[in-house]
């Protein structure tokens, strides 16, 4: 999704009661709200195949998938917080049902665009890379089966890139692998 909009500074608790109202989603990064726009089709079919394969090979087991709809939270250290929709989480901790967030994805996938690259590989990447819980962060393209992870190496992260059909995307952290032709499957 791509941001759009910049209102003035507002609440933590402001923001998360105006998300329940509100028909647009935003971010919320430091006191700063950013309306998202909507996203391509093939933005829509990459993000929607993570969320039903993964969601297919964790059924009655302990991590699963969000889409998103659901936010991550993440402290920004010096009391500031932000609070995102990645395009897919998979989450292996308990959260209950009524949660409006979660800050302890095992997973996160963002999928590129022309308006969210820049933010994804670089605000998101620094933000999403000091979550405890996180083991791999996907940045997936829109157009072609390709991804860029960075994986959790001991205290750091290492890059990794897969490429075409035949590649198999493996998360260790939930148990599943999924292939980038189902990934992408319908993707033109």
Same mark, same amino acid.
């Given at each position: =999704?791509?941001?759009?909009?910049? *209102?003035?500074?507002?609440?933590?608790?402001?923001?998360?009661?105006?998300?329940?109202?509100?028909?647009?989603?935003?971010?919320?990064?430091?006191?700063?709200?950013?309306? =998202?726009?909507? %996203?391509?089709?093939? *933005?829509?079919?990459?993000? %929607?195949?993570?969320?039903?394969?993964?969601?297919?090979?964790?059924?009655?087991?302990?991590?699963?998938?969000?889409?998103?709809?659901?936010?991550?939270?993440?402290?920004?250290?010096?009391?500031?917080?932000?609070?995102?929709?990645?395009? %897919? =989480?998979?989450?292996?901790?308990?959260?209950?049902?009524?949660?409006?967030?979660?800050?302890?994805?095992?997973?996160?996938?963002?999928?590129?665009?022309?308006?969210? !690259? !820049?933010?994804?590989?670089?605000?998101?990447?620094?933000?999403?890379?000091?979550?405890?819980?996180?083991?791999?962060?996907?940045?997936?393209?829109?157009?072609?089966?390709?991804?860029?992870?960075? !994986?959790?190496?001991?205290?750091?992260?290492?890059?990794?890139?897969?490429? %075409?059909?035949?590649?198999?995307?493996?998360?260790?952290?939930?148990?599943?692998?999924?292939?980038?032709?189902?990934?992408?499957?319908?993707?033109?």
């Amino acid at each position: =999704m791509a941001l759009a909009l910049a *209102h003035p500074r507002i609440s933590r608790d402001e923001y998360l009661q105006g998300e329940l109202a509100s028909e647009i989603r935003h971010e919320y990064v430091a006191g700063n709200v950013y309306a =998202m726009s909507g %996203g391509t089709l093939n *933005h829509q079919r990459v993000a %929607g195949n993570f969320f039903r394969v993964a969601g297919n090979q964790l059924a009655g087991k302990p991590c699963f998938p969000t889409g998103s709809d659901f936010k991550l939270q993440v402290p920004l250290g010096g009391g500031e917080e932000a609070f995102y929709y990645p395009d %897919g =989480m998979i989450i292996c901790v308990p959260v209950p049902g009524d949660a409006l967030f979660t800050g302890s994805p095992s997973v996160i996938l963002e999928v590129l665009s022309p308006h969210t !690259r !820049r933010n994804d590989e670089v605000q998101k990447f620094r933000d999403y890379l000091t979550i405890p819980t996180l083991g791999t962060y996907i940045l997936a393209e829109t157009e072609s089966p390709v991804l860029t992870l960075h !994986r959790r190496d001991g205290a750091g992260f290492r890059r990794e890139i897969l490429s %075409g059909p035949d590649a198999i995307l493996d998360l260790p952290e939930a148990g599943i692998s999924i292939s980038l032709a189902e990934l992408y499957r319908d993707v033109g």
